[in-house]
């Protein structure tokens, strides 16, 4: 796993770098500079308006006594998004804005699910039963 992490730490600044130079020679330093800046702020406010909603759906489950995992999934993709966007370059932001928007969120949160339900089938994580709210 910790070679995974090493492998892309490395690899992803570097596709990263090669693009904004490839795209910059293409349409100039000025606008690659404003797409980078541009994509930032907007996913930025984004991530905020998406979080802002995914806490209040938590809430309502709470209030309602319904457990949030899928909420909780939701607010996980979109801080990670949010991180994401944040991140100068072509290639986060794309994944950054995958993160953000509801029906690609969902085909994540979906996966995860499926990757955590087999990480407790093998024992690499242990179940806990839910708490019983009434």
Do not use: C
């Amino acid at each position: 796993m910790l070679g995974y992490l090493i492998l892309l730490f490395i690899t992803v600044p570097t596709i990263e770098l090669v693009l904004l130079i490839k795209i910059g020679q293409v349409i100039g330093l000025y606008y690659t500079v404003v797409i980078v800046i541009s994509t930032g702020v907007t996913g930025a406010y984004l991530a905020k308006i998406q979080g802002a909603l995914i806490l209040g759906k938590i809430r309502d489950d709470i209030n309602l006594g319904r457990m949030p995992a899928d909420r909780l999934i939701d607010g996980f993709l979109i801080l990670v998004s949010g991180i994401l966007l944040l991140t100068p370059g072509f290639l986060t932001d794309f994944a950054g804005f995958i993160g953000l928007i509801p029906v690609t969120r969902k085909v994540l949160r979906e996966w995860m699910k499926g990757k955590i339900g087999d990480m407790i089938k093998k024992g690499k994580i242990i179940q806990i039963k839910p708490f019983n709210f009434h």
